[in-house]
């Protein structure tokens, strides 16, 4: 019974790093897109926050 088990914690460990390995590169080019965006609303309404002024 003791063999079954140090034969199974490897087998386990395999599982565990490819369903890891599969989730790691994964496609994350969809939250980045959102990300970009709000990024670029900020910069042009900081932008217009400083435009209308006059000072620095």
């Known amino acids: 019974m003791a063999v079954l088990a140090w034969l199974l914690i490897p087998l386990f460990a395999a599982i565990g790093a490819a369903i890891w390995g599969s989730w790691a590169s994964r ?4 939250g980045d897109i959102a990300e970009l965006n709000g ?6 309404a900081m932008e217009r926050a ?3 002024s006059g000072r620095f």
């Open 50 to 52: 400083h435009s209308g």
């Open 39 to 44: 990024y670029a609303r900020f910069r042009d």
């Open 27 to 30: 496609d994350r080019t969809i």
